[in-house]
């Protein structure tokens, strides 16, 4: 069975980008294939409008529900904007309630047995793409989760170490169990999110 991968943003171009310049390209080099799919924030993209967290998590729901997909990737954009204010949360919101309505259902794949399950299951994994600064992400997190999610492991890649190296030490780390997301900075980490995203698939 393939595996599923959505792809919050509030931006087509950025996601159509992400997808063809970096995604698509590694799964091929890996003979892999992932059935993606693009589910937009925005209600009006000319005013910026954001949609209800609810509207978005149910879209994403009825997409799962309509693929036979055994593990499933959720790539989000925490830099959610409504008019010129930045959100970090509302992703964060996103994935809870996601997570809160795939928990109450046993007959969607990959099942998730409770609201922090979704950041420690084998067959699910998410990864953040943002600009904010760390602190701030922990923040919105905790906010959002509460005493739901502790010990997370975050994967970020390593500045230090050459792309090969880097990708290969992010699946060690993913591989090890536990809490696990992926931070990656949407200006220069997209490569090698990619490249740690196909690998896992």
Request: charged letters at 30%; a negative charge.
């Given at each position: ?46 005013l910026h409008v954001m949609r209800s967290v609810q509207v978005v998590a149910a879209r994403a729901f009825g997409w799962i529900g309509q693929h036979d997909i055994q593990k499933l990737v959720l790539i ?94 992010s699946i060690a780390e993913i591989g090890e169990g536990g809490p696990k997301i992926i931070r990656a900075n949407r200006s220069e980490d997209e490569a090698w999110l990619a490249a740690v995203l196909a690998?896992?698939?």
């Open positions: 069975m393939p595996t599923g991968v959505i792809h919050f943003e509030d931006s087509r171009k950025a996601t159509e980008l992400f997808r063809d310049k970096h995604l698509q390209h590694r799964l091929v080099q890996l003979g892999k294939d992932a059935e993606i799919e693009f589910i937009s924030y925005l209600e009006d993209e000319k989000t954009d925490l830099d959610a904007r409504g008019g010129e204010t930045l959100d970090v949360e509302y992703g964060f919101r996103v994935l809870h309630t996601l997570a809160t309505t795939m928990s109450e259902d046993q007959h969607v794949r990959p099942y998730v047995a409770a609201v922090e399950d979704m950041f420690d299951h084998r067959d699910v994994l998410v990864a953040l793409l943002t600009l904010a600064p760390h602190c701030r992400i922990e923040e919105a997190l905790n906010f959002v989760f509460g005493r739901q999610l502790t010990g997370v492991r975050w994967v970020t890649r390593d500045k230090g170490a050459q792309l090969p190296e880097s990708i290969g030490q690998e896992w698939i």
